[in-house]
T-cell receptor, first 115, second 114 residues
Framework: EAQVTQNPRYLITVTGKKLTVTCSQN?????MSWYRQDPGLGLRQIYY???????DKGDVPEGYKVSRKEKRNFPLILESPSPNQTSLYFC??????????????FGPGTRLTVL | AQSVTQLGSHVSVSEGALVLLRCNYS??????LFWYVQYPNQGLQLLLK??????LVKGINGFEAEFKKSETSFHLTKPSAHMSDAAEYFC????????????FGGGTRLMVKP
């Protein structure tokens, strides 16, 4: 089954404790991205990757890191989480790096709470 | 820069009534427009998209949207609401220098009353 998976689905942590949220897709998509969803703000892009070893900042990259060592995986790293990073996070992927018309497929989300 | 405005963060309709969710966008280049739906505790699922060609786009579950360039709008409609349509709906735009980056509106939560 074609899908985007994220782990963990729920995470409660404390300020300053490094964490990683994993994202994996099995559709051989080149483009992957991370969004955060906050009430009333919709989804805002954190980082995206056009292909392996190619990443770039989205609208709200501060406090986050990503890596793209393999095509299928795109982990999101919070080196020192803060309470304002409490949010619902979505990973997404689409077929082509330049395909603005491509459908993006979303993972189920990771609800992060930083105390 | 692109932006999307969804008028009404909450919309309530009766079962069987018309659903109209509004979306206006701004874009310096011809936009590609999307509607996504998010059911409770799930990720986003594509309802429909406009890229080129026919301006009336039909999607899944009986939804459709019309791209009106002169009004910079892409409103989502469904003739008859069903209880299962209760969800949050997001309008999004991409294109131009933004490439694949989707810019989302704030979302509209649709409630369907029996």
């Amino acid at each position: 089954e074609a899908q985007v998976t994220q782990n963990p689905r729920y995470l409660i942590t404390v300020t300053g404790k490094k964490l990683t949220v994993t994202c994996s897709q099995n559709m051989n998509h080149e483009y992957m991205s991370w969004y955060r969803q906050d009430p009333g703000l919709g989804l805002r892009q954190i980082y995206y990757s056009m292909n392996v070893e190619v990443t770039d900042k989205g609208d709200v990259p501060e406090g986050y890191k990503v890596s793209r060592k393999e095509k299928r995986n795109f982990p999101l790293i919070l080196e020192s989480p803060s309470p304002n990073q409490t949010s619902l996070y979505f990973c997404a992927s689409s077929l082509g790096p330049k395909g603005s018309t491509d459908t993006q497929y979303f993972g189920p989300g990771t609800r992060l709470t930083v105390l | 820069a692109q932006s999307v405005t969804q008028l009404g963060s909450h919309v309530s309709v009766s079962e069987g009534a018309l659903v109209l969710l509004r979306c206006n966008y701004s874009s310096s280049v011809p936009p590609y427009l999307f509607w996504y739906v998010q059911y409770p505790n799930q990720g986003l699922q594509l309802l429909l998209k406009y890229t080129t060609g026919a301006t009336l786009v039909k999607g899944i579950n009986g939804f459709e949207a019309e791209f009106k360039k002169s009004e910079t709008s892409f409103h989502l409609t469904k003739p008859s609401a069903h209880m299962s349509d209760a969800a949050e709906y997001f309008c999004a735009v991409s294109g131009g220098n933004a490439g694949n980056m989707l810019t989302f509106g704030g979302g509209t939560r649709l409630m369907v009353k029996p």
